[in-house]
């Protein structure tokens, strides 16, 4: 389904090209880009759904960088760094990966 959905919107904006280009009315194209706007955003959905989440594993190194800013009482700071280190890592998931340092 996601090239399918892929497909179209790419499809799509060439039809708005060659609409915008043809002399056919402003609202063709406009039409034709909200259209590929709506299955662009379809075919993302069907590739993240696809997606599982890693688990946060932490090696020595990381705990000691968390360990540092924990130290220095920046938790906020620490969460998003595991959330940079491990892109699916949901706010949640990476409060959980900084409370078992404590």
Wanted: net charge neutral.
């Amino acid at each position: 389904m996601r090239a399918l959905y892929l497909g179209l919107a790419a499809a799509l904006c060439v039809a708005a090209l060659v609409f915008k280009f043809s002399g056919a009315p402003n609202l063709t194209s406009v039409i034709a880009l909200l259209l590929a706007g709506a299955f662009l955003v379809l075919g993302l959905k069907a590739a993240a759904a696809g997606r599982e989440a890693a688990p946060i594993e932490l090696d020595e190194e990381k705990r000691t960088t968390l360990r540092g800013m924990l130290d220095r009482g920046d938790e906020g700071a620490a969460v998003r760094q595991v959330q940079l280190w491990f892109r699916d890592a949901t706010p949640e998931t990476a409060r959980a990966a900084v409370q078992e340092l404590k």
